[in-house]
């Protein structure tokens, strides 16, 4: 039996601008596919990271358009900070934004105030100024929490781009060297919060028309993602976390099209992606220089990490160096290589790094053969075609690159 996307989930979480409207017009099949799902009986949540309209002003626009939606069913940012101060059972906070704003931080029971405030929520609008700046600089120097509400760092007017929200937060962030919590999306604080209140939050589904925050969102919040657009965007593989799990072009496509749900993989967005050079050293007998690596027990190509101020070939001599005792000469660029989940490594403090390696062709130059202790539990060379089968992933395409095609591989 084929199972449509609206029958696979029970919670529906909408994005606003771009999946339900565009500027002041519902689009096509918009309201008819949201009011099919209020007739099954599904839960429904609107999202949007603008941090200026109350939800009831959001509500009433929705209700404008034909969708019979209440104020508990819309997510702003602004919403979704403030229930999360009330939830962390913050009493005070200082207010950098619209009345909106201040208006949902006073219906979670915070009392809005500039006296030694718990914490500053920033969710700036067009009448923020320098003071309020300073104002927030100064509550996180003494102590306050400190809150934005989105991290747009522009959002788009007829006159062109308009500086958002999270220009602002970076502005307070620069002046007081502290990292905010940032809840709109990509963050998946945004999800959590409107999820709340939901019955079953493993069998809910985020629509929206960004990939870079709502599918990227709903990924780092475990959930899936279906796309509203023309067609799929290109990613640089399916298991890219801003890649959707459906692509439909209007709402009407919720019971048309079917969706395999995300898998939740193991390793998390990356914090970070870093330079990685790998070598291919061959020897006179065309056999590939490997080493054991000590942390993981595979056979692995000598690599490692461009550091400050290094040239990439400067860092792949050294790596070789470091790793086996040999002294090469690096001979040409044969791959650069971007796995999105084998390059991406979690470290045990907790930070996930994506290395972006640039391999080299090498040949031996001198030195003597010798495994580094610290990183390696055995070296040697192999012959190309009979390579060990304990072997990092990606390590024998990168050698069947280097040793087969005279074309450097971008992949
Ligand atoms: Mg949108």
Not at 272 to 292: C, F, M, T, W, Y
Not at 392 to 400: D, E, F, G, K, V
Request: charged share 25%; proline share 6%.
């Amino acid at each position: 039996m084929v199972i449509m996307i609206a029958d696979r989930f029970e919670t529906f979480l909408f994005d606003l601008d771009g999946v339900i409207y565009l500027g002041d017009e519902a689009l096509p099949h918009a309201v008819d596919g949201v009011n099919r799902l209020y007739e099954q009986e599904k839960q429904i949540r609107f999202l949007t990271n603008d941090p200026r309209p109350t939800r009831e002003a959001v509500a009433s626009r929705l209700r404008e358009l034909g969708i019979r939606a209440g104020k508990e069913e819309i997510v702003t940012a602004a919403w979704a900070a403030s229930a999360h101060l009330r939830r962390k059972e913050v009493a005070t906070a200082a207010a950098v934004g619209s009345e909106g704003l201040r208006t949902e931080l006073r219906q979670q029971g915070i009392t809005v105030t500039n006296e030694s405030p718990d914490a500053v929520v920033v969710g700036a609008d067009e009448q923020t100024t320098y003071a309020d700046i300073r104002r927030a600089t100064r509550h996180i120097d003494q102590g306050a929490q400190f809150i934005g509400t989105n991290p747009d760092g522009a959002f788009p007017t007829p006159d062109g781009p308009a500086p958002g929200a999270g220009a602002i937060v970076r502005a307070v962030e620069t002046a007081t060297g502290t990292s905010p919590t940032i809840v709109g999306k990509p963050e998946p604080l945004m999800f959590e919060v409107a999820l709340e209140g939901t019955s079953v939050d493993q069998d809910a589904v985020v629509i929206g028309d960004n990939p870079a925050t709502d599918i990227l969102g709903a990924h780092r919040a475990g959930l899936t993602g279906v796309l509203v657009a023309d067609e799929a965007p290109v990613a640089a593989s399916a298991r890219d976390f801003t890649h959707p799990d459906a692509v439909i072009r209007s709402l009407a496509g919720l019971f048309s099209h079917t969706v395999t749900p995300w898998d939740n993989p193991q390793y998390s967005w990356p914090e970070d992606i870093r330079p990685g050079v790998g070598a291919v050293v061959l020897n006179g007998s065309d056999e590939v220089l490997l080493l054991k690596r000590a942390d993981r027990g595979q056979w692995a190509l000598p690599t490692g990490t461009v550091e400050r101020g290094e040239a990439v070939s400067e860092a792949i001599s050294r790596e070789v160096r470091e790793e086996t005792g040999l002294q090469i000469t690096v001979d040409r660029l044969t791959g650069v290589y971007s796995h999105p989940k084998q390059q991406v490594f979690s470290y045990p403090s907790g930070e996930t790094v994506h290395f972006v390696t640039n391999c080299f062709s090498c040949s031996v130059d001198g030195g003597t053969l010798e495994a580094d202790q610290d990183e390696a539990l055995d070296v040697g060379f192999f012959d190309t075609d009979r390579l060990p089968s304990e072997i990092l992933p990606m390590h024998p395409r990168w050698i069947a690159d280097a040793v087969e095609d005279t074309n450097v591989t971008i992949a």
